[in-house]
Structures are given as C-alpha cells and as structure tokens.
C-alpha cells in the first residue's frame, strides 16, 4: 500500500460531487464542523470511539482516542472484540461446529466461480 499510485499522500474534501486535495487544517476544522452538528443535534452518545486495529499498537494514537473519547463525553467505545471478534467465533461454531475455526479467502482459486472459497 505505502509504494501503490493510488495511494493518498494528503487529505481530500468533497466539493462539487469530487474529491480535491486540501490542507489537513482544512480538512480538521471541516470534520470538527461536522462532528460538532452530529453532537448538539444527537447528544455525544451519538458518537462511538474505535479504539482497535493500528491504534491499539501505537501509544500516541490510543492516547489521542483515549483524549477524544473524553471530550466527547460518550459512553460508546468500542474495539475489534465488540465489533466483530466474537460474531467470529459464534459463526465459525455455528458452521463448522468449532470456535477455532479460522476461514481465509482461497486467493489460489478465486476466479473459479461466483462464490467466494474458503479454506
């Protein structure tokens, strides 16, 4: 992902019906704008903080969620586990009668047919 030419180097905005590159100050008080809308229509409990993925293996950005989370003021936080880590778990008991299981795509076959194969 870091070397693809697709990749994003800086933040866009959507004006008109397209993307447009902008500044990251822009960009923050943009998404700050929307947030706060969000909040003073819905209440904090709107907003529910991800604190999973990359942020659990990087100390500034868990601390920066930890910050967000905070000031918010919203009791939704949720991680890996309450998002999809235990419907795993349930679905590979439920299918394969063992919560062990671990499906991966079949990269190897994937063009030999219209469902997705799994081993």
Known sequence: MHHHPQRLE???????????????DSCLDDLSTRLRSVIDRHGPASVGIFFGSGVG?????????????????TPARFSPLTIDGTAKTLVASLVGGFPGLSPRP???????GDRPSLH
Do not use: F, K, N, V
């Open 57 to 73: 293996m990087d100390a500034a950005g868990y601390r920066m969620a930890q910050a967000l989370h905070a000031a918010i003021g």
């Open 106 to 112: 079949d990269y190897e076959r994937r063009g030999l």
């Open 10 to 24: 800086r933040p866009l905005i959507r004006a008109g019906g397209s993307l447009r590159p902008t500044s990251w």
